[in-house]
Every structure is written in structure tokens, then in C-alpha cells.
């Protein structure tokens, strides 16, 4: 079967650094994504990786390990307006979207 | 920006009803996909549609149905509403062959009594 883990919630520090994990099983991958979801608030797109490797996003940064199935979501200097749930996705072999079930964070001052 | 309406945030039926999800947007997208999102399962597919009057079962298609006749304009039915099916309910559309332009809409959260 297709598997997408990632933590359920993680509590950070303002200004502080935070790194959101995800794993992913499925069938064929043509890449993986990362949402951000604010309560009540429609998925909004913050990056896409299909090669291994670092990209960097102003504070946002994703890995992507495909040997591993691993993805991070590295978020820096945190503010109060990064409380949120961050969505992992795969793109399946049909082109599909895979997802996790999300990761809520709380930013405490 | 693209934008893709969903036409009620919260709506509340009975049990048996037939009820109609409408999710419109803005350009022209061909592709259309309709989920339902509950806590600890994330979203999964209910009905995609890349084309006017095309529709594909996703991977939870029982109990709905869709219509697609017009390019922007994508509707979930609940033919006849249960109480599982109270969940939030998003719609996306992309351009085809552009896998990162998806566009959500703010979904509609239904609950079924």
C-alpha cells in the first residue's frame, strides 16, 4: 500500500529553528510536496522536490532523499504566523496525489 | 492569482438528503479535483476531472458523484448524505501538465445529522 508518516504536532520557539520530518512508501514517485495549511484555510503551495538534494526558500528549505523516502521541511527564524499544519505529498506514478496527514506546529513566544 | 471558489463554507444536512458541493474557478483550468479531509488521514481523492463532461473515480468515490459541464465548474453530489460523510471538503484545480499549480479552494466543511 501507499504510506505517507509525518509527526502529528511539534512545538517551537519563536525565532527559533524547526524541522518537520516526512517518510514516504508509495507506488512510483515524480515528487514531492510541502503545504501549508492555517485552520480553516485553504492548502497553500510552499515547495516541490523531484531530485535529491537542499532547496532553499527565503526561510523555508526541503530536502528530499528518494534511496530514503525521507523529506525534511526546515523552517527558520519562526514567527507567530508559521502556526500551521504542513502537508507532505508524493506525486504517485498515475500522477496522483499522495498525503500525509499533516503536521500541526505551534509557535509559543 | 488563480482562484478557485468553493460557494459555502459550512453547510448542515440531514441524513438522506441530496446534496450538491459547487467549486468554480477562475482560469481555465482543465483539471479538477474534488477531496474530503478529516483529522489523522489527511486528503484523499474522492472524483478528479481533466476535461468538460470527463469525469475518474479517485480513491473514495463511493456515495458521490460528480458533473462536469462547463470548463470551470466542478460539483460534488452526495446522492443521498450519511453521517461519515461529515468531513471538510476541498476542491483543486491545475493546469495540465503543470504538477505544481495546484490551487485549493477554502473547502466547505458539511456536516451530516
Known amino acids: 500500500g501507499q504510506n505517507i508518516d509525518q509527526p502529528t504536532e511539534m512545538t517551537a520557539t519563536e525565532g527559533a529553528i524547526v524541522q518537520i520530518n516526512c517518510t514516504y512508501q508509495?507506488?512510483?514517485?515524480?515528487?514531492l510536496f510541502w503545504y501549508q495549511q492555517h485552520a480553516g484555510e485553504a492548502p497553500t503551495f510552499l515547495s516541490y522536490?523531484?531530485l535529491d538534494g537542499l532547496e532553499e526558500k527565503g526561510r523555508f528549505s526541503s530536502f528530499l532523499s528518494r534511496s530514503k523516502g525521507y523529506s525534511y521541511l526546515l523552517l527558520k527564524e519562526l514567527q507567530m504566523k508559521d502556526s500551521a499544519s504542513y502537508l507532505c505529498a508524493v506525486l504517485d506514478s498515475n500522477y496522483q496525489l499522495i498525503w500525509g496527514a499533516g503536521t500541526k506546529l505551534i509557535i509559543k513566544p | 492569482d488563480v482562484k478557485v471558489t468553493q460557494s459555502s463554507r459550512y453547510l448542515v444536512k440531514r441524513t438522506g438528503e441530496k446534496v450538491f458541493l459547487e467549486c468554480v474557478q477562475d482560469?481555465?483550468?482543465?483539471?479538477m479535483f474534488w477531496y474530503r479531509q478529516d483529522p489523522g488521514l489527511g486528503l484523499r481523492l474522492i472524483y478528479f476531472?481533466?476535461?468538460?463532461?470527463?469525469?475518474e473515480k479517485g480513491d473514495i468515490p463511493e456515495g458521490y458523484s460528480v458533473s462536469r459541464e462547463k470548463k470551470e465548474r466542478f460539483s460534488l453530489i452526495l446522492e443521498s448524505a450519511s453521517t461519515n460523510q461529515t468531513s471538510m471538503y476541498l476542491c483543486a484545480s491545475r493546469p495540465p501538465g503543470q504538477v505544481e499549480g495546484y490551487t485549493f479552494g477554502s473547502g466547505t466543511r458539511l456536516t451530516v445529522v
Open positions: 508509495t507506488s512510483g514517485f515524480n515528487g
Open positions: 482560469m481555465d483550468h482543465e483539471n
Open positions: 522536490n523531484v
Open positions: 476531472s481533466y476535461d468538460v463532461k470527463m469525469k
